[in-house]
């Protein structure tokens, strides 16, 4: 039995379960009792009680098994005439796990169809017990919930715990995630310091990871310096992107809120969105192809003889252009919310109609404001097609928005791209960027928690 076929059983056995318990249910408020909870409430328990520790099991079990056929296929003669090199031998198990699946017929090592058999009975053993056990699970948690079934029985309350259960476990995921990636930064983070001091990585100004192999090889120096990397991230993505979406995007609401004809923002208001939902590869070519050569050509134009066809203001410019939406949207929320009254208040006062909007409605519907600035920023900051497309990878440290920049996240691309092993300082350093751009999101996002509710404050 397959674990699908055991899902299948699964939720065969809860609806079943469930269908019986709602007519038991029917059938004692037939004869005249009355019922603590309604019918739909015991069919709702039975459902839960023989569904959800079944497909708990299904889900710890399905990458469980897959570890445990690997052991036993590697525990038989076959197995073990395998190589030993780690690389080699998942290769071949991948292999025959395919061929056992039937996703190929043959794999290009020899080895892996002599395993794919073995394979293939290993994983019908495990799967037929792990299904036997979620089916007895199932049968379980039916027989369980279908015994309390009575008038007095609260089955109300039990499916509410049931809900509650499921939305704590919800958060409890999102927390334990966020909790897994920083520390997953952090472990890496402390052995990239343990090989290059910290102060070189937050104060240096060199950005080359490039490792000597030879202690006479030219043109690796191996110096991790990051203030350049995060210098063009702040330049591309908080200064030139913002310098354009900030006042596009909240001018977009404005019109859209205040002044525009409803039938204009039915129309306006999703062309808008659509922005946001352009892929940046197509951002990417428009920067590269279009904008960059126009760049350039002003650059030149106006005197300077460094500007390139890779620069960061062409960057900043088309990531301005993608992340208005975000601006756009959650000023646009905000400033609908705002209470009729207050700009009547400020109109019958014989405030204009542009000293409401200044004085009146923009205060009140800051905090949404800022709420819409700082997701445009993270949005900006986490951006990697456009800057690889249009301001290239050069870490210089200029303000000259018409020379080539780079990024953290650029960087911590082009370090992870390829065949990578986990021991070097270089692929480290790709690790110990997330983290300190982390830490720096992290301040920015409670310095403006703190504004907010300032402001917040003064308007309730």
């Not at 279908?146 to 499916?159: C, H, P, Q, S």
């Not at 052995?191 to 490039?210: A, I, K």
């Not at 082009?414 to 690790?431: I, N, P, R, V, Y």
Request: no cysteine; charged share 10%.
């Amino acid at each position: 039995m397959s674990l699908t076929i055991a899902l299948v059983a699964v939720l065969g056995v809860a609806v079943l379960a469930a269908l019986f318990a709602f007519r038991r249910a029917k059938g004692l408020r037939g004869g005249g009792a009355r019922l603590n909870s309604l019918p739909f409430y015991h069919a709702a328990y039975t459902f839960l009680w023989a569904a959800l520790p079944a497909l708990l099991f299904l889900a710890i079990w399905s990458p469980v098994q897959q570890g445990l056929v690997d052991t036993a296929v590697l525990a038989t003669p076959q197995g073990q005439a395998l190589p030993d090199f780690d690389l080699q031998r998942n290769a071949i198990l991948g292999e025959a796990r395919d061929i056992a699946l039937g996703n190929r017929s043959v794999g290009f090592n020899s080895e892996a169809s002599v395993i794919a058999p073995i394979y293939a009975s290993a994983m019908a053993r495990y799967a037929a017990v792990g299904g036997g056990i979620a089916l007895l699970l199932a049968l379980g948690g039916a027989f369980f919930a279908l015994r309390r079934i009575g008038v007095e029985f609260r089955a109300r309350t039990g499916v509410e715990r049931w809900i509650m259960g499921l939305l704590v476990a919800a958060s409890l995921i999102a927390i334990l995630t966020t909790l897994g990636i920083v520390l997953s930064l952090l472990f890496e983070s402390i052995r990239f310091f343990g090989m290059v001091s910290p102060t070189e990585f937050l104060f240096g100004t060199q950005w080359s990871p490039q490792m000597a192999i030879r202690a006479d090889q030219a043109g690796s120096s191996g110096a991790f310096g990051s203030v350049p990397l995060f210098w063009g991230t702040v330049f591309i993505g908080a200064i030139i992107a913002m310098i354009v979406a900030i006042p596009l995007g909240l001018m977009s609401a404005i019109y859209l809120t205040q002044y525009a004809h409803a039938n204009v923002r039915a129309w306006l208001k999703p062309i808008l969105e659509i922005l946001a939902g352009v892929p940046t590869v197509v951002y990417g070519y428009f920067a590269a192809l279009t904008v960059a050569p126009v760049v350039r050509d002003l650059g030149i134009s106006l005197g300077i003889s460094s500007a390139s066809s890779e620069s960061a203001l062409a960057a900043g410019l088309v990531m301005g252009i993608m992340i208005i939406p975000f601006v756009s949207s959650m000023a646009d929320d905000s400033i609908a919310a705002v209470p009729q009254a207050m700009n009547d208040g400020s109109l019958a006062l014989g405030a204009t109609k542009s000293e409401t909007i200044k004085k009146v409605v923009l205060p009140a519907a800051l905090p949404g404001v800022v709420g819409g600035i700082l997701l445009a920023v993270s949005r900006a900051i986490g951006e990697t097609m456009i800057v690889v497309m249009a301001a290239g990878l050069a870490a210089n440290m200029t303000a000259n928005p018409f020379e080539s920049v780079t990024t953290v996240t650029t960087q911590i691309v082009q370090l992870l791209t390829g065949d990578q092993e986990f021991d070097s300082a270089k692929t480290l350093a790709a690790f110990a960027l997330g983290l300190v751009l982390f830490v720096i999101t992290l301040i920015l996002n409670l310095i403006a928690l703190r504004v907010v509710r300032k402001y917040r404050e003064a308007y309730e």
